[in-house]
DNA sequence: ATAAATAGGACTAAAATAGTCCCCAATGAA
DNA sequence: TTCATTGGGGACTATTTTAGTCCTATTTAT
């Protein structure tokens, strides 16, 4: 299913949230509670994104969280790699040196086209562009097409 | 890292293998000795492929595995939606009626755009793209711009 | 000082994934 | 017609990954 892990999910929610109550600082506590997202995790992966410079924190009474950077320079592709680490959809293309089968593995290069493609997409949309109301985004068309694959599954 | 699992990984190799000896009846056995791959597991991603009909199975004695269409009508989204499902990033987009927070959560769409998008890239590339020599397909500078996404993590 | 925050990391629990095995069904050949 | 060969289906186990929690240290406003 080419799955994000649920962690990735909540970044998004959480971001999303501060997104719209930019320029304030909001306190995990705040977060947690807003979301519906446990403090503790909620704790973790924002420490998490503040490593990946997503964010900035205050420490101390009165601290907090901060978007390091305007919506609209946030793309989803740094989010999901802040969390999930490089995108790529296989091993062998993170690592330069390919797996065990090498040898026999012609297709790395391949790959490498996916990820770029995939990555594209993910650059291409903006925490600014996620607040925004949905409807202006989705072709229905396009769902029908998504929604032919699932049958074969 | 939007990670593929191993057997989805194991899958492309198999039927890469495939399609090098297009026309040609082969057993998991074989399949398993080529890939070094074991051969439970080979077994288990054939059958999981026959009832994606990506391959069709002949039984009894000299029996085997045979692709289904030619390698160039077979894409990387057919393969990795035999394996792992509908291709989608969260959850949501998969059930029509969205998370537990489907109140406070708008984004849904947005995950449909860049689902579209990673699918469309997934159905460009075809099992003959795969065994083609990957020199003729990578644009080194788009390697470079991947490299630099992974140094932030 | 003290209370309110984050930082870092260890730890546990839960879930998903990978891998194996067994018994059955089909088929071709001796 | 019997037997070796090959796939079908599914249960089961082990392993790995992911999610979630907790503890202690550090920072800072009041």
Partial sequence: MLRLSKLTDYATVILSFMAKNNERVCAAMELATATGIALPTVSKILKTLVNAKVLISTRGAKGGYLLAAAPDKITV??????????????????????????????ISGHWNVINRAIYNALESVTLADMIKPQETLIPITSLYRLESQNVSQ
């Fill in 77 to 106: 592709a740094t989010i999901i790699s802040a969390l999930e680490g490089p995108i790529a959809v296989t091993e062998c293309s993170i690592s330069q040196q390919g797996c065990e089968q090498a040898a026999g593995c012609n």
